[in-house]
C-alpha cells in the first residue's frame, strides 16, 4: 500500500445543480434518556444557568452550529405522546412512564409551548412529529389546530391562555413514525390508508401548511416508498427513510464506539456509504411515480448506533463519539449534496446525549463532539448550490477483498459567493495528495479547517474538552498546480481563493 494516494479532484463552476436545503443539516431532540431532561432541559429553578429552562451552555453552542431544523417529540415517542399532557400549569401535568425508552418517568415538563421556546431561542424551525400510532385523527388535527389557528377557536384561545397570542410555525408535520415498527408494525398499504385518512383532516391556515411527511422505509426495503408515492401521494410533501450505520451490522452486537479494532473503523464506512445506494434506490421509485419531482426524500433519522456506554441505561442510548462519528458524518453529507434534488431534509440521530449527538452533557459539564465539529465545518454548505465534482485516481481502502472509496469529495458556491469544497479521507493510516481543478475559476489557493487526530477513537472528555477539534489549514498553488495534503481519517472543508 503506498504511503500516499495521489488523487485527482475536479470541480466545475459552470455547471451549477440543485440547492443543498439546509434542512439536510437538521437535528432530532427525542424524549429519550438525557436527550431532553438534563441534556437541553434543567427547569427554570436549576442551578445551572438557563433561559426559561432551557440550559445556556448547550443552547449556545447549538446557536454556533446554525441549526436550520428540530425534529420532535420523537421518534418513537411521538407514537405514545398526547400533546394535551404537555400544556398548562407544569406542575399539574400528568407523569407517564416512557415505555420506549427506559421505562423512566415523563413529567411532561417539556410541551408545546417550551419546545417552541427552544426553537425560536435557536432560531430554527420546527419538525412536530405527530402520533399516528396510538392517537386518532382528531388528537392529530386538534394539535395542529392548537399550534397555527388564528382564529378565535376555543383551541386557539386555549393556547392564548396557555401564554402564546401568534400562532407558531410548524414547517414539517410527521404523521406517524416508523409505521413498520414502533409506531403501529403495519404494512405499507394499511399505513398508506392512515396517512390518506389523518391527512384529510389537518387543517391550518393556506399560509400556515406545514410540510407533511408520510412515514417511510428503512434500510432495504423500498416497498414504503413505492406504496406511499403511489397511494398517499396527494399532499405529501416527503417520506421520510431511516438508517442507521451500525458497525457489525448486527443489531443484537452493533460494535463498540470507542476503543474498536481497524476492521470496525472499516466497516463502518463500509455501512455508512451505503446511503448512497439507499437514495439511489428510493429515488429511481420516486423518479417512476413522481417525475414532477414533488415528493421530497427525507431522510429523518440516520448515524452511528453503537453498543450503549458500559454502565449506563440501556434504554438511554448512551454512546461516546469519536473520530469515526465525525468521518461517518461528513460522508454522511457528501451523499446528501449529491442527492440534493430529492434529499431535501434530513436529521441526525440526536441533538445531545443520544446516539450520534452533537453535544454531551453531565450534570453542569458539557462538551462537544466530533460530530458537532463536522456539522459546524460544513455550514457553508447550507443553501449553497451544489457543484458537480469528480475524483480521479483514487486508491480504494481496502480490507478483506472489499474496498470503498479513499477520498470522498463535495462542492458547492455557498451563498457568500465563494466556492467550498469538503473532502474525507476513508482511510485511518494512509494520507492523501489531492490535486484540485476547479473549472471556471483560477486557483490562488484554499483556506479553511481539517479535523483529524492521532487515534480512530480520538474522542473529547469532560477532563480534555478540546482533545479534538479542528485546525486551520491553507494551501498556495504553484506554478498553477494546487496540492492539498489531506491527512489519513480526516474531514477537510475550505474556500476557493483567488
Ligand atoms: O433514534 C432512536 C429511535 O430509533 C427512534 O425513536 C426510532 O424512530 C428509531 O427506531
Redesign the pocket.
Known amino acids: 500500500m503506498p504511503a500516499f494516494a495521489q488523487v485527482s479532484v475536479s470541480v466545475d463552476t459552470g455547471k451549477p445543480g440543485p440547492v443543498i436545503n439546509k434542512n439536510v443539516y437538521g437535528q432530532?431532540a427525542?424524549h429519550?434518556g438525557t436527550g431532553i431532561y438534563g441534556g437541553l432541559w434543567v427547569g427554570q429553578n436549576s442551578s445551572i444557568p438557563n433561559t426559561r429552562g432551557w440550559r445556556n451552555d448547550v443552547v449556545g453552542a447549538l446557536k454556533e452550529l446554525k441549526v436550520p431544523l428540530v425534529r420532535w417529540p420523537?421518534?418513537?415517542?411521538a407514537d405514545e405522546y398526547h400533546w394535551r399532557d404537555g400544556i398548562g400549569a407544569r406542575n399539574k401535568r400528568p407523569v407517564k412512564v416512557n415505555t420506549?425508552w427506559g421505562g423512566v418517568a415523563e413529567d411532561n415538563a417539556v410541551g408545546t409551548h417550551e419546545f417552541f421556546d427552544l426553537v425560536e431561542i435557536l432560531g430554527t424551525e420546527a419538525y412536530i412529529n405527530g402520533n399516528l400510532g396510538s392517537g386518532t385523527p382528531q388528537e392529530m388535527a386538534e394539535w395542529l389546530e392548537y399550534m397555527t389557528s388564528d382564529t378565535k377557536s376555543s383551541l386557539a384561545e386555549l393556547r392564548r391562555k396557555n401564554g402564546r397570542k401568534a400562532p407558531y410555525k410548524v414547517a414539517y408535520f410527521g404523521i406517524g413514525?416508523?409505521a413498520w415498527?414502533?409506531g403501529g408494525n403495519m404494512k405499507p398499504e394499511y399505513y398508506a390508508n392512515l396517512y390518506n385518512h389523518y391527512a384529510t383532516f389537518l387543517k391550518t391556515p393556506p399560509d400556515a401548511r406545514p410540510k407533511m411527511v408520510a412515514s417511510g422505509g428503512n434500510d432495504n426495503d423500498t416497498r414504503w416508498t413505492e406504496v406511499l408515492s403511489k397511494e398517499a401521494a396527494r399532499g405529501t410533501d416527503g417520506i421520510s427513510f431511516?438508517y442507521y450505520t451500525l458497525p457489525t451490522g448486527v443489531w443484537e452486537k452493533k460494535g463498540a464506539a470507542t476503543g474498536f479494532p481497524e476492521s470496525e473503523w472499516f466497516s463502518t464506512m463500509q455501512q455508512t456509504l451505503r446511503m448512497d445506494q439507499h437514495i439511489k434506490q428510493n429515488v429511481a421509485i420516486l423518479d417512476k411515480n413522481d417525475p414532477e419531482k414533488k415528493i421530497g426524500f427525507y431522510v429523518d433519522?440516520w448515524g452511528t448506533w453503537y453498543d450503549v456506554e458500559p454502565g449506563t441505561n440501556p434504554g438511554f442510548?448512551f454512546q461516546r463519539n469519536t473520530l469515526r462519528d465525525a468521518v461517518v458524518a461528513a460522508l454522511n453529507f457528501n451523499i446528501f449534496h449529491a442527492h440534493a434534488e430529492r434529499v431535501r431534509m434530513t436529521n441526525i440521530?440526536?441533538m445531545v446525549n443520544?446516539?450520534q449527538a452533537m453535544i454531551i452533557t453531565d450534570k453542569e459539564k458539557m462538551l462537544l463532539t466530533p460530530t458537532y465539529h463536522a456539522y459546524q465545518m460544513y455550514i457553508p454548505f447550507q443553501d449553497a448550490t451544489s457543484l458537480p465534482v469528480a475524483v480521479d485516481n483514487d486508491v480504494a481502502y481496502s480490507s478483506n477483498g472489499k474496498g470503498v472509496p479513499g477520498i470522498s469529495a463535495t462542492a458547492a458556491r455557498a451563498k457568500d459567493g465563494k466556492v467550498y469544497i469538503a473532502l474525507v479521507n476513508t482511510h485511518p493510516t494512509r494520507a492523501s495528495d489531492v490535486t484540485l481543478n476547479v473549472a471556471g475559476l483560477t486557483v490562488g489557493g484554499v483556506a479553511g479547517q481539517v479535523l483529524t487526530a492521532d487515534a480512530m477513537d480520538a474522542h473529547n472528555t469532560f477532563e480534555k474538552p478540546q482533545a479534538i477539534k479542528p485546525a486551520p489549514f491553507s494551501a498556495r498553488a504553484q506554478d498553477g498546480k494546487l496540492t492539498i495534503k489531506v491527512p489519513a481519517k480526516a474531514v477537510m472543508v475550505f474556500a476557493v481563493e483567488a
Do not use: D, T
Open positions: 432530532f427525542e429519550l420523537g421518534g418513537c415517542f420506549h413514525n416508523e415498527g414502533c431511516h433519522e442510548l440521530a440526536q443520544v446516539l
